[in-house]
Nanobody, 125 residues
């Protein structure tokens, strides 16, 4: 029943911007949501996470450039990506977790049990 569907990926030149969206359905109370990415030949990397209290966490590589947010009315998660770099090129995945955490959301892949199929982001120089 839980479904996550990403959209908004595409090809842009370095320095450009993109806004990814993740439509969620199938459950009412989610603990936290996150964006992960994976480039060919590289390990999957946590990008940003947000919980129900709007606490956020970002990977050091995207701090100051990316912003994670959510629209509760539309049950949609967003990732605003500015000042894009070629190294940001990857498949981006939306994920949701249910495990109770005592602090801000973490970017550990095993905490997330629901995943979308991904949307490709390509940044050229």
């Amino acid at each position: 029943q839980v479904q996550l569907v990403e959209s908004g990926g595409g090809s842009v030149q370095a320095g450009g911007s993109l806004r990814l969206a993740c439509a969620t359905s199938g459950y009412t109370y989610s603990r936290y949501l996150a964006w992960f990415r994976q480039a060919p030949g590289k390990e999957r990397e946590g990008v940003a996470a947000i919980d129900s209290a709007a606490r956020t966490r970002y990977a050091d590589s995207v701090k100051g450039r990316f912003t994670i947010s959510q629209d509760n009315a539309k049950s949609t998660l967003y990732l605003q990506m500015n000042s894009l770099k070629p190294e940001d090129t990857a498949m981006y995945y939306c994920a949701a977790g249910e495990m109770v955490l005592i602090g801000p959301p973490e970017l550990q892949e095993w905490l997330y049990m629901y995943w979308g199929q991904g949307t490709q982001v390509t940044v050229s120089s």
